[in-house]
């Protein structure tokens, strides 16, 4: 197809094209909102200030952002742990009606799963305050599975900037369960925590996606759930 050959506006022209593109689809399977709103910044400008034939030739600046993003993508990703700790790596998302989902993840340095869980929740339907609960959880998942040295990573920006200065914080729900994860992570002989990007906590994003489809809790132990053996095998950097 070419410009010449369809009356499509260059918005329609750009989505026909990108819906072929294979390698742009994984893009977007990876990277979600943050490429889609860049694109549509994109798409926008070229639909104003661009005629089809411009438009089809500015298709190669397109895929040039899709390589771009494929290459961020083999950068970013899960790290092992250095020995002797364990990771954790925990996520939330909430539900329509009330409460939300918990999960996460414990992986030794080899990357091998030594503990999951997800877990149905009314404490809240604040995405932060669940996040920092199934933090919590995690912990205490963590410390069932006999885990003694422990890195937490998650992608809830607040909550790890809140645990980084606690003492100036006010008040608050939030306040009050980071006081109870560090006094939980004294219980470990050594403990770290850091806030990591979407891309470096997609199993247990996958986890907590799994489990909003079901009404019960699930807590692994020693074990590989089989719904997330694949998605920790490709994540295994």
């Not at 929740?121 to 963590?142: I, Q, Y």
């Given at each position: 197809?070419t ?5 499509a506006?260059?918005?329609e022209?750009?989505r026909i094209?990108l819906?072929v ?5 994984e ?19 070229l639909?104003?200030?661009?005629g ?8 190669g ?12 993508q ?15 790596n ?11 989902i918990?999960?996460g993840v ?20 604040e995405p932060v ?13 963590a410390l069932?599975?006999?885990?003694k ?7 809830a ?11 100036n914080a ?6 009050l369960?980071?006081?109870c ?6 219980k ?6 850091s ?8 199993v ?5 996606s799994?489990?909003k ?5 699930n ?5 590989i759930p089989?719904?997330i053996?694949?998605?920790?095998r490709?994540?295994?950097?």
């Amino acid at each position: 197809m070419t410009p010449a050959a369809t009356g499509a506006s260059s918005i329609e022209l750009i989505r026909i094209d990108l819906n072929v593109c294979g390698d742009f689809r994984e893009v977007l399977d990876v990277y979600g909102r943050e490429v889609v709103k860049l694109c549509g910044r994109v798409m926008k400008v070229l639909s104003v200030n661009l005629g089809a034939s411009s438009v089809w030739e500015e298709l190669g600046s397109v895929q040039e952002l899709a390589a771009a993003c494929n290459k961020r993508q083999q950068e970013v990703r899960w790290e092992k742990p250095t020995t002797p700790f364990c990771k954790l790596n925990t996520d939330a998302g909430t539900l329509p009606n009330e409460g939300g989902i918990l999960g996460g993840v414990v992986r030794d340095h080899h990357g091998v799963c030594l503990a999951a869980f997800t877990e149905y929740t009314k404490f809240s339907n604040e995405p932060v305050m669940l996040e920092a609960e199934a933090m919590k959880r995690g912990m205490e998942l963590a410390l069932e599975a006999g885990v003694k040295d422990l890195v937490i990573e998650g992608d809830a920006q607040l909550v790890f900037d809140t645990l980084s200065n606690l003492d100036n914080a006010a008040m608050s729900p939030l306040t009050l369960t980071c006081i109870c994860i560090l006094n939980l992570s004294k219980k470990f002989s050594s403990f770290q925590f850091s806030w990591v990007p979407r891309t470096c906590n997609k199993v247990a994003h996958f986890l907590v996606s799994f489990a909003k489809d079901y009404d019960h809790n699930n807590w692994w132990i020693n074990c590989i759930p089989c719904i997330i053996a694949d998605v920790i095998r490709y994540d295994i950097r």
